[in-house]
């Protein structure tokens, strides 16, 4: 059965690849549309589904995943920096406390739905105005969810992780793998 990932985020595709898992990709070009009143938990089911739910349609033969992330400091969603500015606000805020990262999860296929989340607790150590300045100017965390990556320069200020870790650079590969195989997609011989 033919796998495809709606996504185009680099990371997602990384840990695809750590799974061995052979897919194409189908990237949701639908404007996000999030329902009023939504928990943070209900709003990444929901992001996940919806650019499953586009997937599906172009690929309608084909088992999709469809996966969203956010970041949760103190019941606030922290998105990704709307310039380095904004990178430079939430490391400060961020900095020497927990946070929650959530993504949500969605394996769909013709008359077959299944979507899920999973949390990881972070906790980033004390950082100095120059090193968080010093960050940003790599340019390593405008394009991520809560203004830094824990895969690559990010990882210094990462002082702990309560959870998986793969589920914080944005796709929880066990749970994706236990939900591809409920899904029949794969089996655990993989043939």
Same mark, same amino acid.
């Given at each position: 059965m033919e796998l495809i990932l709606a996504s185009q985020s680099p990371r997602r595709h990384e840990i695809m690849d750590f799974m061995g898992l052979s897919y194409q990709t189908e990237v949701c070009t639908e404007?996000?549309?999030?329902? !009023?009143?939504?928990?943070?938990?209900? %709003?990444?089911? +929901?992001?996940? +589904?919806?650019? #499953?739910?586009?997937?599906?349609?172009?690929?309608?033969? !084909?088992?999709?995943?469809?996966?969203? %992330? $956010?970041?949760?400091?103190?019941?606030?969603?922290?998105?990704?920096?709307?310039?380095?500015?904004?990178?430079?606000?939430? *490391?400060?805020?961020?900095?020497?406390? @927990? +946070?929650?990262?959530?993504?949500?999860? #969605?394996?769909?296929?013709?008359?077959?739905?299944? =979507?899920?989340?999973?949390? %990881?607790?972070?906790?980033?150590?004390?950082?100095?105005?120059?090193?968080?300045?010093?960050?940003?100017? %790599?340019?390593?965390? *405008?394009?991520? #969810?809560?203004?830094?990556?824990?895969?690559?320069?990010?990882? =210094?200020?990462?002082?702990?992780?309560?959870?998986?870790?793969?589920?914080?650079?944005?796709?929880? #590969?066990? =749970?994706?793998?236990?939900?591809? *195989?409920?899904?029949?997609? $794969? @089996?655990?011989?993989? @043939?």
């Amino acid at each position: 059965m033919e796998l495809i990932l709606a996504s185009q985020s680099p990371r997602r595709h990384e840990i695809m690849d750590f799974m061995g898992l052979s897919y194409q990709t189908e990237v949701c070009t639908e404007p996000e549309q999030i329902p !009023a009143g939504l928990s943070i938990p209900e %709003t990444v089911m +929901h992001l996940a +589904h919806q650019k #499953a739910q586009f997937a599906l349609h172009m690929h309608p033969d !084909a088992c999709v995943i469809g996966a969203d %992330t $956010i970041v949760d400091l103190d019941g606030e969603i922290i998105g990704k920096p709307k310039s380095p500015e904004d990178a430079i606000r939430t *490391l400060k805020r961020m900095q020497g406390r @927990t +946070h929650t990262v959530y993504t949500g999860l #969605a394996v769909l296929k013709k008359d077959y739905e299944d =979507v899920r989340f999973v949390t %990881t607790r972070v906790r980033f150590r004390p950082m100095s105005d120059k090193e968080i300045r010093w960050y940003v100017s %790599t340019g390593d965390p *405008l394009d991520k #969810a809560g203004s830094y990556g824990a895969q690559g320069l990010g990882s =210094v200020f990462v002082e702990s992780i309560e959870g998986n870790y793969f589920n914080v650079i944005g796709l929880p #590969a066990p =749970v994706l793998y236990e939900m591809l *195989l409920k899904a029949g997609a $794969i @089996t655990e011989d993989r @043939t």
